[in-house]
């Protein structure tokens, strides 16, 4: 198979392979859409299996930023860049200010962020080479609170919709991931009264969310199986499978991580089990909506524009029960609408 046959290549407009032998950096930048303005989407550096696996990731990321930037409302494209190798062993000056000249390369028509194991510091490392990130740390800064809050309050829209219920007193959620997201989600969630049940590949994140959210620990291949009301999955993506739809016992899905379904056709299944899903682009959106406001930077703005997600996502779901359709589906096609009248409201 072509690169160009790749189902996720979905027409992308550019892909870059960076290296440089001095650092070590052995990057993939991919720019899905400029229509609606420069690529923005953040970095993350993964070990990945092969350079394949690498490759496939950047694409649906860079797609899936596009659709997230189209649906927010913002003037932003869709990109995403991913950095080959194990962060605990091969980050430097060096590494960041490579991956900074790369950025230089393509003059503005993608701009980077932080995402997985990569932090604000290493984007300000790049900074002193190129202008092309956002996200800094002296202006919009970590983007993790926002995007939190934005799940947070997606999550309720869906608990709104399929219970009708606003009140998350003893509401039961899963939470499958305990990064900087998903501690700030569960966070959310223990304010407002829910019971959770969480698991992570850190122990030290655990025992903190016993502590502190007083979560019940369950393991990483049990989580999936807890008898809950909301399952939330905030690590790495594809958690939504032929395997665990069968053993999903909540109904509903509303989490921060990134392409939830390993595969499309994943998107009808669940409306098969009778299961509402918070397309992943959508919930997840609230920190690229505060890096939207990286100039001038109002934190007051960023939170309302933040809160529109709610609303967004009962769109979607009233949208996709009047169709008889996938809310995956529904939001694509909204997203694919916003792109071709080149903005929301227009």
Request: charged share 25%; net charge negative.
């Amino acid at each position: 198979m072509s690169f160009f046959d790749l189902p996720d290549f979905d027409d992308h407009e550019q892909v870059v392979f960076c290296s440089d032998d001095a650092s070590g950096l052995k990057a993939i930048i991919a720019v899905h859409s400029s229509k609606l303005g420069p690529a923005v989407g953040g970095c993350r550096m993964w070990d990945y299996v092969s350079d394949e696996e690498a490759l496939v990731d950047a694409l649906r990321l860079s797609k899936g930023m596009t659709y997230k930037n189209a649906m927010a409302g913002l003037n932003m494209g869709g990109g995403k860049s991913v950095i080959i190798g194990d962060a605990k062993k091969i980050k430097s000056t060096a590494l960041f200010e490579a991956f900074g000249e790369a950025l230089n390369a393509l003059n503005g028509r993608y701009l980077s962020a932080e995402d997985v194991n990569i932090t604000t510091a290493d984007i300000a490392i790049a900074n002193t080479v190129t202008p092309f990130v956002t996200g800094t740390i002296n202006k919009s800064g970590d983007p993790g609170p926002f995007t939190a809050l934005g799940t947070y309050l997606g999550l309720k829209a869906a608990v709104k919709y399929k219970l009708n219920r606003e009140d998350l007193t003893g509401l039961k959620v899963a939470v499958q991931g305990l990064g900087s997201v998903g501690y700030g989600l569960c966070e959310h969630l223990h304010k407002a009264g829910a019971k959770l049940f969480v698991t992570d590949i850190n122990q030290t994140a655990l025992d903190k969310a016993a502590t502190e959210l007083n979560a019940t620990i369950v393991g990483l291949d049990e989580i999936i199986d807890q008898d809950v009301d909301v399952y939330a999955p905030c690590a790495l993506g594809a958690s939504i499978n032929d395997d665990t739809i069968k053993r999903l016992k909540a109904g509903i899905i509303a989490g921060c991580a990134n392409n939830q379904l390993a595969e499309p056709r994943h998107d009808q299944a669940l409306v098969e089990h009778n299961i509402l899903y918070a397309p992943d682009y959508v919930i997840n959106a609230g920190g690229i909506i505060n890096i939207s406001f990286e100039e001038d930077y109002c934190k007051e703005e960023s939170i309302k524009k933040v809160e529109e997600i709610y609303q967004t996502l009962l769109t979607i779901f009233a949208k996709a029960t009047k169709d008889n359709k996938p809310t995956g589906y529904i939001a694509d096609l909204m997203a694919r609408e916003i792109i071709s009248q080149g903005g929301k409201n227009k």
